[in-house]
């Protein structure tokens, strides 16, 4: 991991996007809108792992999925390598598509079943028509898989005949096939057992080091955020509620909602553990169709003022110790040490 | 449950350590082929339609071989006295026909009439069926609403009234479409094709909206495909199996449907033969010659039947959840 992080490889500002509610045939169009990803900005730096992390249904893969374009953003700018790619069309994204790649979660479904291994990693040279010559393509998927740690004997097998972190090799090898600047891994662990996990981790590091990858890193462990991010980003309800490099994340969150989610973290040392002040949320993820006025967070908040929180909307700032937070009242480092097991103050 | 570890050949004394060869799976089509000669009612039913498929080919050599007459060589000895055919004998083993046409001869040569009309419409149908079915499914939208209402009518179009009118409305001079349907056999194909279609359209749609749900239509997507490239090399290799057995299904109905065209004279025209034209002239009077409905009528009993039983057999044999 040599590559310069100061220059930023992707920006991305203010991106929106907004699914409409379908209803019924007769009362079309009066259905809202799910704010799925509702004003997002951040920078990824060439070389680095940021981390995404969040609850389900936070917009953490619809992030992904409008950085790689597979889906329309309803507004804001995605700059690519200083081009804006978050109007392109179809045909215009194609060569780009080289530089970018996605990692998906479910190693399950995202292989064909009736291809063999040796056609679904050549897939991208042929898409892109590159190493025409077929002995030749053979030998570039027979790299990329011995580069991945599968046996390049296997070309001709099919996905089911593997286990599930092999699937998820082929989906990397895949992934890394037309050598691109920047991998989005949707969860790509969350689907396996968490012996495997450790594997495509180190898989993916190694990677990275090699090939001077640009990774974001999409998770909803913290553990394993913690192993591969160089900064993170806690999304909540469709909003980045705080960014920070991962010492300073899991050192002293600043951010209530992240000191809620660092606290849930279990505690292996069953002393520690009783002395913990954990703070537990109440209630649910409120409903991205309708989310709360002001601070998004306001209404599960256990510092939410009212008349502040559910009135004036915190914007992102630095706050102590580095960390960018929205947030009116951040964390104290006595809150921090009190209820975060992984904190350093 | 019976005997799951069959599905897989295992080298014995090769551990995991030795990887290269050390299991070697059998390929679905191994897989599928095992299954389906363990079915015997299936695998007789695939006997006798392959018989049955040399038969027609060999149609002319047959009929040299038992040293039958030709099936438009009228015999008039054949007739007794007072014209009526004469029935099974020595010479003639399923009897004549009122003409004095020998049945046997023209039962072999209604097998090349029925599988033809059945084969080439089930073809016809399964690929309009299949392009027509993976549009509307993977485009969704307004253009699934277009398909999909029109293929409603289709289903609702009555489609034996549409065969006989377009029959008629053909049969003069050089047919409809500036001769592309003829009377014969291209009506009766492009009938019972446009009958056959909107079901497999309506089948096909439903597997592509699940398939196109799945993540690896994503990854081809994120990869850059077209797509027209995502729909043949992504979605069409998993429609294969669903496809054949339903082709398999509907091949027995689209002979039924070419039978009941000809019975009506409205399928090929005479002097061919067909099973379903050889039933309908005898229906003026089986009461006496019985031979002349009952043979056609066999042949294509144990036809229709044969092929049911081999749709049945694919159905169990390529459903990964059967274990036989």
């Keep these: 991991m040599t590559a310069d992080r100061q220059t930023p490889l992707i920006e991305v500002r203010d991106l929106v996007k907004h699914f409409p509610i379908r209803s019924g045939f007769l009362d079309r169009g009066k259905g809202g809108v799910v704010h799925a990803v509702d004003g997002v900005s951040f920078d990824v730096m060439q070389g680095e792992t940021l981390g995404l992390v969040g609850e389900s249904g936070c917009g953490k893969s619809t992030t992904a999925r409008l950085i790689t374009r597979l889906l329309d953003p309803t507004s804001g700018s995605i700059r690519f390598d200083g081009r804006d790619i978050a109007q392109l069309s179809r045909k215009e994204l194609k060569p780009l598509r080289r530089d970018m790649q996605m990692i998906f979660q479910d190693p399950y479904s995202s292989l064909n079943p009736r291809k063999t291994v040796g056609s679904i990693i050549s897939e991208p040279f042929l898409i892109h028509g590159m190493e025409k010559d077929d002995a030749k393509r053979r030998k570039l998927v027979e790299e990329l898989m011995d580069q991945v740690g599968l046996n390049p004997e296997h070309y001709n097998r099919r996905p089911h005949e593997f286990s599930g972190g092999q699937r998820q090799r082929i989906g990397v090898a895949r992934a890394i096939a037309l050598k691109p600047k920047v991998v989005v891994a949707d969860e790509p662990v969350s689907a396996l057992d968490v012996s495997i996990q450790a594997q495509i981790l180190n898989l993916l590091r190694e990677l990275q080091r090699d090939l001077g990858l640009t990774i974001i890193f999409i998770a909803h462990d913290l553990s394993v955020v913690r192993h591969m991010c160089d900064r993170i980003a806690v999304m909540y309800l469709g909003k980045i509620v705080e960014l920070a490099d991962a010492d300073a994340l899991y050192g002293h969150p600043r951010h209530p909602y992240t000191g809620a989610l660092l606290s849930s973290v279990p505690v292996p040392d069953p002393v520690l553990a009783r002395e913990r002040k954990q703070t537990v949320l109440g209630g649910d993820v409120p409903s991205p169709a309708n989310p709360p006025k002001a601070c998004r967070f306001h209404t599960r908040c256990p510092k939410a003022v009212d008349g502040t929180c559910d009135v004036d909307e915190p914007q992102l700032e630095v706050k102590e110790g580095g960390n960018i937070a929205a947030c009116h009242f951040p964390l104290a480092d006595a809150e921090v040490a009190a209820a975060v097991p992984t904190s350093e103050v | ?324």
Excluded at chain 2, 52 to 60: D, N, S, Y
Excluded at chain 2, 192 to 212: C, D, K, N, T
């Design chain 2, 1 to 324: 449950m019976s005997t799951p570890l069959t599905d897989i050949a295992v080298d014995p004394g090769a551990g995991p350590e030795s990887e290269s060869v050390a299991i070697a799976a059998r390929t679905p089509l191994e897989l599928f082929w095992r299954r389906l000669r363990q079915d015997r009612v299936a695998f007789a039913g695939l006997v006798f339609v392959v018989l049955l498929i040399l038969m027609a080919i060999f149609a002319p050599l047959l009929v040299k071989l038992f040293g039958i007459p030709g099936p438009n060589t009228q015999n008039a000895q054949a007739l007794d006295d007072f014209g009526t055919p004469t029935g099974p004998s020595s010479v003639h083993l399923m009897g004549v026909d009122q003409l004095g046409r020998d049945v046997f001869s023209r039962v072999i040569y209604g097998s090349r009439v029925s599988l033809e009309a059945a084969l080439l419409s089930t073809f016809f149908a399964v690929t309009l069926g299949t392009i027509v079915g993976m549009v509307a499914g993977f485009y969704r939208g307004w253009i699934d609403t277009v398909l999909s209402r029109t293929l409603d009518v289709m289903l609702g179009f009555p489609s034996l009234l549409l065969g006989i009118g377009l029959a008629s409305a053909c049969s003069f001079g050089n047919g409809c479409l500036g001769g592309l349907i003829k009377p014969g056999l291209t009506v009766v194909i492009v009938v019972i094709a446009l009958a056959a279609f909107p079901y497999i359209a309506r089948i096909v749609r439903g597997q592509v909206l699940s398939l196109r749900e799945k993540e690896f239509i994503e990854a081809s997507r994120s990869l850059g495909a077209s797509d027209l490239r995502t729909i043949f090399r992504e979605i069409l290799p998993n429609l294969v199996a669903p496809i054949i057995v339903y082709s398999t299904l509907i091949i027995p109905q689209n002979i039924l449907f070419e039978a009941s065209l000809s019975f009506l004279g409205v399928g090929v025209q005479p002097p061919t033969s067909s099973w379903g034209q050889m039933i309908g002239d005898a229906s003026g009077n089986f009461g006496e010659v019985w031979w002349y409905m009952l043979f056609p009528g066999v042949a294509l009993v144990l036809t229709v039947l044969a092929f049911n039983l081999i749709g049945d057999g694919l159905q169990d044999a390529l459903d990964p959840k059967g274990d036989r």
